[in-house]
């Protein structure tokens, strides 16, 4: 294929999948069961495309080219986004450690979340195992990847896996994207049912039911009269450069530096330096440059709603080309382990952020303990959702404690993925669940550390 015609069928891919945003968009806007289910236009139209694609019903015949690339799609706009999490990052008031308990509890619960969601994918794959149940070796690592990490870990799964030779990594990738639909789906039903109930009983302080969520938030849509908030400061003169195009150019030179180094360690012949992912060399760059945009003084031109705009841009794709490519006709071959991972998941992991932040959040707990529930089950944006659903105006300190949360956990989990990875494929699924088991006991006890009623 010529380099014209290959870069056609992608400006074609894409304006596949901006049809099925639009029309995930209206949907949404429209039916009311969308709306109490607070979807996402981009997993109504990957939904859409899934169903009418060659995957289930071909209704509509897309070409196989196209869906090769819809296909590589999650893996590669997943750059990118993880890049940006350097950028514009919260931090921690070091002057009041007594300040910040309400964080260290929320990101030690995330950790623990994190391990045990690990442990319970990889011990549910023992048992099936054991029991004669067709799975694979690193069946279950995809529970805590699409909780946890979304659509956006779909290519990261993929791509780790292939890296070390396995060669399950596509139906690994179509078992990601099916967890992290259900994970968000199931996270939004619960936390929105968790809201109703607690208000019943006197937890919420400040909206007394979801039904009082305001319009735009159910519809998607803010109506003519609203007070509609900007997408974000503009640091720069048009006439030199766009803000968007600063932003995502930021974003596209560390991923462009994450592949050279990549490239780079694998010449010198370190074959496990190698078949590390991509994104995590592009991460360190990210790093690097944010630390050297910083010494200079030049973090000002950088804005956190700007950059969140361009990483929501890239997500809305990446979850509708990742839900429309799931192969579900292989994926359906491991359907009992992925219902009762589902499950347990979705019983243990809302049931343990809910209790162990009224024990040890302190005030605003319930505010407090919604955004780990949608962070746990969906991603950081749906647990926006449910704190914004309770608090809609940000009376509480919910969403800031969870944002910092969020940040600090991510020193853990990052790093922690590919090493489960590689030491599940290395010693096998038993070892790697109680290993992660062991980590979610050890963050447990760094909650009850933390929550102590002094410090």
Not at 407 to 434: D, E
Request: glycine content about 8%.
């Amino acid at each position: 294929m010529s380099v014209s015609k290959a870069v056609t069928l992608i400006l074609k891919t894409f304006s596949v999948l901006s049809v099925l945003l639009f029309a995930g968009f209206i949907l949404r806007s429209k039916i009311r069961l969308f709306q109490r289910l607070y979807l996402p236009a981009c997993v109504i139209g990957g939904a859409i495309g899934l169903l009418l694609g060659p995957n289930v019903f071909n209704l509509i015949p897309f070409p196989e080219e196209m869906m090769s690339v819809v296909s590589a799609l999650p893996n590669v706009l997943f750059t990118p986004i993880v890049v940006a999490l350097p950028v514009c990052g919260a931090t921690l008031d070091r002057s009041s450690l007594k300040k910040q308990k309400p964080v260290l509890v929320m990101a030690a619960m995330l950790c623990m979340i994190g391990a045990l969601q690990f442990a319970i994918g990889l011990l549910v794959n023992a048992v099936f195992s054991v029991a004669g149940v067709e799975t694979y070796r690193a069946f279950g690592l995809e529970l805590a990847q699409g909780f946890i990490g979304g659509h956006g870990q779909t290519g990261a799964t993929g791509s780790m896996l292939k890296a070390m030779d396995q060669p399950y990594w596509e139906i690994a990738s179509g078992v990601n994207s099916t967890t992290a639909t259900v994970g968000m789906i199931g996270g939004i039903i619960i936390g929105t049912t968790l809201i109703n109930v607690s208000a019943k009983k006197g937890y919420t302080r400040v909206v007394k039911s979801a039904a009082e969520v305001l319009v735009e938030m159910r519809t998607g849509i803010y109506p003519r009269t609203a007070d509609r908030p900007d997408m974000g400061t503009q640091t720069t003169v048009t006439n030199s450069i766009e803000s968007l195009t600063l932003h995502l150019g930021l974003l596209l030179v560390a991923t462009g530096g994450g592949y050279i180094v990549q490239k780079q360690v694998s010449r010198l012949g370190f074959s496990l330096l190698g078949a590390i992912a991509t994104w995590i060399y592009a991460l360190l760059v990210m790093y690097v440059l944010w630390f050297v945009i910083c010494k200079l003084k030049a973090d000002y031109l950088f804005d956190e709603k700007v950059k969140n705009t361009v990483t929501g841009l890239l997500s809305d794709y990446l979850i509708t080309a990742a839900i429309m490519s799931i192969p579900v006709k292989v994926v359906m071959s491991y359907w009992l382990p992925m219902a009762a991972i589902c499950v347990i998941a979705l019983i243990f992991v809302p049931g343990a952020i809910y209790l162990i932040s009224k024990r040890f959040a302190g005030d605003y707990w319930f505010e407090k303990c919604l955004g780990p529930i949608g962070c746990c089950c969906g991603v950081f944006v749906t647990g926006m959702l449910l704190i914004k659903m309770a608090d809609p105006d940000l009376q509480t300190p919910a969403l800031n404690d969870y944002s910092l949360s969020y940040t600090l956990h991510n020193f853990f989990l990052i790093p922690f993925v590919p090493f489960i990875f590689a030491f599940t494929v290395s010693n096998g699924a038993m070892s790697a669940g109680l290993l992660s088991l062991s980590l979610a006991a050890m963050f447990f006890a760094l909650v009850f550390v933390f929550g102590r009623k002094k410090i």
